[in-house]
């Protein structure tokens, strides 16, 4: 038996994100670490707090069956059912670190507990690689840097300005100035022109504009040769993803803001969805992804994890990617260490194995990677103990 014996949590900040991470020891010593991936905008603080009411729930129970707990916490917490980032946030952390307990007893990765392993490398793509330019042309000319690096897959915000900071700032009330919209149209044009024709290029709307304005974008992306456009409509609006289903020939991807195997049969019944984008720390966990890929795969439909956290949820998304059939190039920001007071959360981060665009599947313990303890240690916010 794995008896949980404690749980920690580390309420992280820095270079502009919000890494909640979730520690779990059993009374063996063993340890499994997984993370809320509400890492950027709003609700870390909140998933923080969740994983503490959370906590008597797991602290006391058997890690050798993580889905015995996810179903505990699950049908017995009430606001789990039909609820949102926040509460599934934090049952993802706690899923990851179950399956990290489970595989390190065994000794093998995380994705053998599956019966898969369906590569042995995977390709990345590069996002967040343009923060300093808001213009159309500079914008576009950022993508040298990736390029340089080895990418040759890239995402992009085209509708977003640039905020102090380095930040972005969506489109608000669902439409954009005459000018805005020209300078969004501009930059992908660029952005082709100075990329060539043999990079992918994938375009990430965040639900922004009205129907009128997405037309017209979505025909001009029809001349770019575009992977495909993400959450073209507002993740609530799934009727919208039905009546555009099939007007343009460009692939249709949504799903980070989509939560548990139910939100995704909603999401995929639409019919308007070619790509699923569950995130392994908020879409239910690890087992919760390898489901919802599996069952994308009834809909003819393939899997991009979305990964926009620290690097321990890259790592757990390797996991879910090595076992799933379907699976397409994984999220990356490898500039987020840019920043001066960046905090990176493990000893062997996953990004910086990346060569050409791709990455291997680890074969070690669990999920691949080792916490650096002195980097999250000073973070601590939560410790709830068997005897507490």
């Known amino acids: 038996m794995l008896i949980i014996d404690n749980m920690r949590v580390f309420n992280i900040r820095g270079g502009g994100l919000h890494p909640v991470i979730v520690e779990l020891t059993t009374k063996d010593g063993l340890r499994g670490y997984g993370e809320a991936a509400v890492a950027y905008g709003i609700g870390a603080t909140a998933a923080a707090g969740m994983l503490s009411d959370l906590a008597h729930k797991v602290v006391g129970a058997d890690a050798s ?51 898969a392993k369906f590569g042995s490398s995977l390709e990345v793509y590069a996002n967040g690689w ?111 993803l039905r009546n555009l289903a099939g007007r343009w020939s460009i692939p249709i991807a949504a799903g980070e803001r989509v939560y548990t195997r139910q939100g995704f049969r909603n999401l995929l019944d639409t019919g308007g969805v070619d790509i699923v984008m569950p995130d392994v720390g908020n879409c239910g966990g690890i ?40 699976g397409m190039p994984l999220e990356t920001y490898p500039y987020f260490p840019d920043a001066n007071d960046y905090v990176q959360v493990l000893a062997n981060p996953p990004e910086k194995a990346v060569v050409n665009g791709r990455l291997a599947v680890p074969t070690d313990p669990g999920l691949g990677v080792e916490i650096d303890e002195t980097a999250i240690t000073p973070f601590r916010c939560f410790d709830f103990k068997a005897d507490a």
Not at 108 to 115: H, T
Not at 293 to 322: D, F, G, I, K
């Open 130 to 240: 343009n923060s300093a330019h808001d213009d159309a042309l500079q914008w576009a000319k950022a993508a040298e840097r990736p390029l340089k690096d080895g990418f040759t897959i890239l995402k992009c915000y085209p509708l977003a300005t640039r905020q102090e900071g380095g930040t972005l700032r969506h489109v608000q009330r669902r439409a954009l100035g005459t000018e805005e919209f020209r300078r969004a149209i501009d930059r992908i044009r660029n952005l082709r022109k100075v990329v060539g024709p043999e990079v992918s290029l994938m375009l990430d709307l965040s639900g922004g504009l009205n129907n009128d304005q997405l037309i017209r974008f979505m025909d001009a992306c029809g001349e770019l040769d575009i992977t495909w456009v993400e959450e073209p409509v507002d993740p609530f609006n799934l009727q919208g």
């Open 65 to 115: 069956y993580p889905r015995n707990i996810w179903h505990e916490i699950y049908d017995n917490s009430f606001w789990t059912k039909g609820g949102g980032a926040i509460v599934f946030a934090a049952l993802s952390a706690i899923d990851q670190a179950l399956w990290d307990i489970k595989a390190r007893s065994l000794g093998i990765p995380v994705y053998e507990l599956f019966g």
């Open 287 to 326: 087992f919760e992804a390898v489901q919802i890929a599996a069952m994308a795969e009834t809909y003819n439909a393939r899997v991009s994890p979305h990964n926009c956290a620290s690097s321990l949820c890259t790592a757990a998304t390797v996991q879910v990617w090595a076992a799933s059939a379907i």
